[in-house]
């Protein structure tokens, strides 16, 4: 069971990177949120297989404990998860958060951020309007 847990996030990342591949008009920033989100996912690799198979040297008696498997899953994920939320509140402020996948799974979530009502409804129109004219201002200045 532990394994599959731990394959789910690598298949996710593979299907996120696939769909920003796949982008025809991707946000000028987007490449930075991809490459950082699989920086995280080799650290997750690279401390899991130290902390799996490194241990037997050091203590043969955790060799196979899964906790040492799930301790840098966890840990990635959620700083993941953090550094996402992040960016989604950023873009959200500058009305380009439901451009992405996970902007608009964190709009479903949550509803949290600056055009966030009492009532927990977003305000979709405002930041309609907001992504509206970030595209008109880099059209203008393309020309």
């Given at each position: 069971?532990?394994m ?12 996120l ?12 920033d ?22 799996a198979?490194?241990?037997v040297?050091?203590v043969?008696?955790?060799?196979f404990?899964?906790?040492l ?6 840990l ?7 550094h996402?939320w992040?960016n ?9 958060a439901?451009?992405t996948n996970a ?7 949550g ?11 977003t ?13 008109r ?5 393309q020309?």
């Amino acid at each position: 069971v532990l394994m599959v847990a731990v394959a789910v996030p690598g298949t996710v990342a593979a299907i996120l990177n696939s769909h920003y591949l796949a982008q025809r008009d991707p946000l000028p920033d987007e490449w930075l949120v991809q490459h950082f989100r699989c920086g995280i996912g080799a650290g997750i690799s690279v401390y899991t297989a130290f902390l799996a198979f490194g241990a037997v040297n050091w203590v043969p008696v955790l060799a196979f404990n899964p906790v040492l498997w799930a301790i840098p899953t966890v840990l990635g994920v959620t700083y993941m998860v953090h550094h996402q939320w992040q960016n989604f509140l950023t873009r959200e402020r500058r009305g380009l958060a439901l451009k992405t996948n996970a902007g608009a799974l964190f709009a479903r979530l949550g509803r949290y951020g600056p055009n966030a009502s009492a009532d927990g409804s977003t305000d979709v129109a405002a930041g309609a309007d907001a992504s509206a004219r970030v595209e008109r201002r880099a059209r203008a200045r393309q020309r």
